[in-house]
């Protein structure tokens, strides 16, 4: 950077006493033009200045926001090859196999080993170490080999028990059935409706009835930090049912990886969108895939990309709503199986003032009023029971949105 050149001297006043007032006055009127000139030689470096800061200062905020934007980046999945000899690593980027030489930054020397999956930039230098694959498979996929769940656990959704079973168990039970009609069974259901309506319950007990493997995924889970990762855990989604069938595919929240596109541009929202297109890619080889059947659930229908919902796709779609007065009362009756309920409870009187409640506030319904006859010392379970809870989740209902009875709009 260049220097800046020295300021201007100051002008001084020298008067000699011998002067004459004419002589003084000439040399202050000098003076007075000197201080003039030096003024406004300081006025213009000092606008030079003021140019050179204000230049200054966006350049600074332009870097600053590089630097955010270097910092925020996405960054891309990898797996370590091969570690060398001298400090160099061969790895792996996930998603289009691509081979690169890397160096090894010195702040992970010793901590990586081949088989490792990493976090890389633009420029393949890596930036973390993740965990292990079958950890992240593990967080992400809930697997139950024979989930406990029967069809006689499902109250108030008679017609919907009966369409998952068309759909999905009849395909795995009975599928030459199916060649001899010459129909092509769905490839995927979509079950939509509020929040607590007995949706997992559903591909669970279809899971049960056809001895298949339950894998749960909730698309929250699929919305992943590190480019590529999503998709990643579809594929191997769709590879462990291979490796289980019969299996049952059941992926909650759909819509946080298959909600409408939306116009922001974002990293975030293309990963999303790679992680929707594989989903779609797995259910369109579908045919070839044998004995899995795919559930898919959502509370946010309105926001589905309607790609999801083509043919081949999720073609069969079940709306699983609220119960009504009759649902709730069998929804009550399935809770209270095992409870010693006395006999001054009438469930079909108990629901008729409750018709919001949803089959999971029924269900914490039952379970606060077994409380309250324990905690009365008693092992009879009592309307007034029934009325204290009800009161107590209609509070907890005010202070908080769970887990008192939904109040969502449908
Ligand atoms: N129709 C029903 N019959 C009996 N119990 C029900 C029913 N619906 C919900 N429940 C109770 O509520 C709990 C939660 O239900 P489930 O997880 O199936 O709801 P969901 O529709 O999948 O909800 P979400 O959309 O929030 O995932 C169940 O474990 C069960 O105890």
């Known amino acids: 950077m260049s220097r800046s050149p020295s300021l201007p001297e100051r002008p001084r006043l020298d008067l000699d006493p011998e002067m004459s007032d004419a002589e003084r006055l000439s040399a202050i009127r000098k003076h007075y033009e000197r201080l003039l000139t030096v003024n406004e030689e300081l006025d213009e470096r000092l606008t030079d200045a003021t140019e050179t800061q204000s230049e200054l200062q966006s350049e600074v905020d332009k870097l600053k926001r590089r630097n955010e934007t270097l910092k925020t980046s996405s960054l891309y999945l990898a797996s370590v090859e091969e570690l060398t000899d001298n400090g160099e690593v061969v790895i792996k980027q996930h998603g289009n196999n691509q081979e690169v030489l890397t160096e090894l930054s010195s702040r992970l020397d010793g901590d990586l080993e081949a088989g490792d999956r990493v976090a890389i930039n633009d420029s393949f230098a890596i930036q973390q170490v993740l965990d292990d694959e079958t950890d992240a498979r593990a967080q992400a996929m809930e697997i139950d080999a024979s989930p406990q769940v029967t069809y006689t656990d499902i109250g108030g959704i008679d017609d919907q028990v009966r369409e998952v079973r068309e759909a999905v168990e009849d395909p795995l039970t009975n599928p030459a059935l199916f060649e001899e009609v010459g129909v092509e069974p769905p490839s995927g259901v979509l079950l939509h409706g509020p929040p607590g309506t007995g949706k997992t319950m559903l591909a669970k007990a279809v899971a049960n009835e056809t001895d298949a493997t339950f894998i749960k995924m909730a698309g929250s889970e699929l919305v992943r930090k590190f480019i590529g990762e999503g998709s ?166 005010t202070q908080t949105t769970i887990p008192g009875p939904t109040t969502y709009q449908y």
């Open 232 to 397: 990643r855990l579809v594929r191997d989604l769709f590879d462990l049912a291979a490796e289980r069938e019969p299996a049952v595919i059941f992926i909650d929240e759909i819509d946080a990886v298959a909600s409408k596109r939306t116009d922001s541009k974002t990293s975030g929202d293309a990963e999303v969108q790679r992680t929707m297109m594989q989903l779609l890619s797995e259910m369109d080889g579908f045919d070839e895939r044998g004995e899995i059947r795919i559930i898919a659930a959502t509370n946010r229908f309105d926001m589905l990309d309607e790609a999801i919902l083509r043919p081949g796709r999720f073609d069969r779609l079940i709306e699983v709503p609220k119960p009504g007065h009759e649902g709730r009362e069998q929804i009550l009756e399935i809770h209270t199986r095992d409870m010693n309920v006395a006999d001054d409870v009438d469930f079909g009187e108990l629901v008729s003032d409750i018709d919001e409640y949803s089959g999971a506030d029924l269900a914490s319904l039952a379970t606060e009023a077994g409380m309250f006859a324990i905690r009365d010392d008693r092992t009879e379970v009592r309307r007034s029971d029934f009325d204290d809870a009800h009161e107590k989740l209609e509070d907890s209902d």
